[in-house]
């Protein structure tokens, strides 16, 4: 009887084998006598494969079989995969057994054998495999791994923790003590209890301090681990990693996010951090906390005129000036802009603000130089103390706000301590801001005019130009309403509008008399800042009627060296075309004509307190009559202004002046 071994159960054989399979197959011959093939790959390298099928073959060749090196076609019938580099043995049985299938034992022999030497090749390459992985791993993350045979105070580390404490993997793994002196002696003690506490509580921990490698460089690492009980003992195991750059990287996030980058001061956030946290400590302890914040005057028109490249490098020159004027402890930021704020800790009393305040007063003139310019800046300052001004941050930060208005209203003032007179104040300008518009939109702001007069004939040469309120209650002059020329919004609007009745008025005035009366039209830096309002000066030159030489800007500060960027071409451009500007002060008057010969200046007004009394010719008349000629000689007019009395008119005639204004000759009219 011919027996023959399934082809199932020889493919069960084969995957139980894996790669390394020795394959054999059993067949009849035409004779009727069994073939056996088999092959696999015998690596010449493996001695142990090798041996083992050199054993079984041995085995087979014992039974009177024969090696033949001929691959059997059914090899394909049972095998996948090229055959190159592949051994490949045909055995022939030449024992005629019915009731034996010794070609069948002997496959499963060779297949047993074939297979446990793969089992424990695969489990050591899966191990080999395993720990390179883990290698790569600790070495990209910088985490080691260690354990610690408790019972025995016995280390095992991976490499990485060797590299992480600076050591060689050759050198001898310390105890555990010796780890824990790894840590700064300040913080050991702490290493010691988190692991105490660990192996007492069979648990785990965790924490993250500085740290000093072999070669003594300070870094910063995170530690993990976890005790248990197993088998082999109580074991501590975990992990270290290095997390010194990671913790400057969070350093440097939390810096960029809580500093200005320009100063390099605290931004607003946090400085509101700190002041929150000085606000809590002194509600605790009784004590006071001040808040003071700095505004840079007109530090607009310095970025217009000289750029923001100098806007930067004066913003960082306030700030290093405000840290020398600012107490240690106290809290220096920048809020944006050109706005500062200082949070001063620790006050007994409110009144204690009063020194801080005054040394960063002290502070508050620089004389700060760009590209070989000298340009003046000064500081404004204003102040708040809790509690007695404010119950909490919000309040202190909109009252100490209201005290910096307040120092701004005045330039004599450098800094104020809020006063609550000063909430009133706001909220009354509020309101009267409030009112202007209302008023403009009513044309209740109308122009009124203050005569020029020759001293020695009587006649009118020209006239000032001045706003008036017509409200209800009467007319309002310009300082009621004062604060409205001080707004950019509002101070443009008011100016189009007096300029624009002021137009009709002297149309009227041309068509009843035939006469070009020159006028002289108020104007200040922060109306001529405003495009729209430059731009409405340009048309009223140009469609409506007036002429250049009809029109003059009297200001009281120069406007080339004021004006912004964005607006001189266009003013310039008004001055090109024949308009003229005068001055109502005598020093801009004078420094404009020694320095700007792009203004052509028509007039200055010289205000009677300059003049000396009695007819007596003085000092100061001396200087006087020297401005006196200098301005005929320039061909510039001299007006005295507010001439009340008329001795002086005989004072004036003796010095000079051909020309004057005041409450003696008559009022401003409409």
């Excluded at 049972?78 to 580099?85: A, I, N, R, T, V």
Aim: glycine share 6%; net charge negative.
């Amino acid at each position: 009887m011919e027996t023959e071994i399934p082809g199932d159960r020889l493919l069960q054989l084969a995957r139980r084998a894996g790669h390394f399979a020795l394959v054999m197959l059993v067949w009849p011959d035409p004779d009727g006598k069994y073939e056996i093939a088999h092959a696999g790959p015998m690596v010449p390298e493996d001695r142990e494969l090798a041996l083992t099928v050199r054993q079984a073959s041995d085995a087979v060749l014992c039974t009177d079989m024969t090696a033949l090196p001929t691959p059997s076609p059914l090899w394909h019938a049972f095998c996948s995969g090229p055959l190159e580099d592949r051994v490949v043995f045909l055995l022939r049985d030449r024992i005629d057994r019915s009731d034996v299938c010794p070609a069948e034992e002997v496959a499963k022999a060779v297949f047993d054998a074939l297979g446990d030497v793969t089992d424990v090749r695969r489990v050591r390459s899966s191990l080999r495999r395993a720990k390179s992985v883990l290698r790569n791993v600790e070495t990209m993350t910088g985490i080691g791994i260690w354990q610690v045979d408790l019972e025995h105070n016995k280390l095992i580390w991976s490499a990485e923790v060797y590299r992480i404490h600076g050591l060689d993997t050759a050198s001898q793994t310390p105890s555990l003590e010796e780890a824990i002196d790894f840590y700064p002696e300040e913080v050991q003690g702490l290493v010691r209890s988190h692991i105490a506490q660990a192996i007492d509580e069979q648990s785990g921990f965790s924490f993250t301090l500085p740290f000093r490698r072999a070669d003594g460089e300070m870094r910063t690492v995170r530690c993990m681990g976890n005790v248990s009980n197993d088998r082999d003992g109580q074991r501590m195991y975990g992990i270290v990693q290095d997390v010194t750059d990671e913790k400057e990287a969070e350093l440097r996030l939390w810096w960029t996010a809580n500093h200005d980058s320009l100063t390099g001061l605290a931004n607003r956030m946090l400085l509101q951090d700190r002041l929150t946290t000085a606000l809590d400590s002194a509600r605790r302890q009784n004590q006071s906390v001040g808040l003071i914040l700095v505004d840079v005057d007109h530090f607009k028109t310095i970025n217009d005129v000289y750029g923001h490249e100098a806007g930067d490098e004066l913003l960082k020159c306030i700030a290093d000036r405000l840290k020398q004027s600012t107490r240690q402890g106290d809290s220096l930021a920048r809020l944006g802009g050109d706005e500062f704020a200082i949070v001063v800790n620790n006050l007994s009393c409110a009144e204690d603000i009063e020194r801080p305040l005054e040394r960063l007063i002290d502070a508050a003139e620089i004389d700060f130089s760009y590209r070989d310019t000298d340009i003046p800046v000064r500081l404004s300052l204003g102040a708040a103390v809790f509690p007695r001004d404010a119950i909490d941050d919000s309040e202190l930060y909109r009252n100490a706000d209201l005290a910096l208005f307040q120092t701004k209203r005045d330039v004599h003032v450098r800094g104020t301590v809020y006063d609550p007179a000063h909430g009133v104040e706001q909220d009354d300008r509020h309101q009267l801001m409030q009112q202007i518009r209302g008023a403009l939109e009513a044309r209740q702001i109308v122009p009124y005019y203050l005569p020029v007069f020759d001293l020695e004939t009587g006649a009118v040469v020209s006239v000032e130009v001045l706003a008036r309120w017509q409200h209800s209650e009467g007319v309002a002059e310009a300082g009621v309403f004062q604060a409205a020329f001080d707004d950019y919004a509002l101070a443009p609007l008011i100016g189009i509008a007096v300029v624009d009745q002021l137009l009709e008025d002297w149309n009227r005035l041309r068509a009843a008399t035939g006469a070009r009366l020159p006028v002289a039209l108020n104007a200040s830096i922060i109306q001529l800042q405003n495009l729209a309002f430059v731009e409405h000066l340009h048309k009223v030159l140009t469609t409506e009627g007036m002429r250049p030489s009809d029109l003059m800007l009297e200001m009281g500060k120069n406007p080339l060296e004021h004006l912004s960027r964005h607006v001189l071409p266009a003013f310039q451009n008004l001055l090109h075309r024949g308009l003229t500007v005068g001055f109502d002060s005598l020093s801009e008057g004078m420094a404009a004509l020694a320095t700007d010969t792009e203004l052509d200046v028509r007039l200055i007004k010289v205000d009677t307190s300059f003049l000396a009394g009695g007819g007596h010719m003085d000092r100061k008349s001396a200087v006087t009559a020297g401005v006196v000629q200098t301005c005929k000689t320039l061909n510039v007019e001299l007006v005295a202004g507010a001439v009340e009395e008329s001795a002086q008119v005989d004072v004036l005639s003796t010095l000079g002046f051909r020309l004057g204004q005041g409450y003696l000759f008559t009022e401003p009219m409409p």
